[in-house]
């Protein structure tokens, strides 16, 4: 099916505020804010997604943003919960 999105930006700092996308009857949103400078960017420091349909709502505020930095091994590494059963994929 087809769907929309719209995009609300600032004409002064052409930062986006916030995006919205529906399809099939389910809308998302995301809005950005708190900008700040990260290194030469202006990185938004608060993201709020929401769908009100699927009843879903998550805020992410950013205390620090280090952009692009160096992965290593451990990064990816997660530890196995307790009780979890692991399976290998083939």
């Not at 995009?7 to 389910?26: F, H, T, V, W």
């Not at 990185?43 to 992965?71: C, G, M």
Request: hydrophobic letters at 35%.
């Amino acid at each position: 099916g087809s769907g929309s999105q719209v995009l609300g930006i600032d004409p002064r700092s052409n930062e986006i505020l916030s995006a919205e996308y529906s399809l099939r009857g389910l809308t998302r949103r995301v809005s950005l804010a708190d900008y700040k400078p990260v290194s030469d960017f202006s990185f938004p420091h608060k993201i709020h997604f929401e769908s009100p349909v699927a009843r879903t709502e998550l805020t992410v505020d950013y205390q620090e943003v280090t952009l692009n930095p160096e992965w290593g091994e451990q990064d990816f590494h997660l530890p196995v919960p307790r009780g979890a059963q692991v399976v290998p994929l083939e």
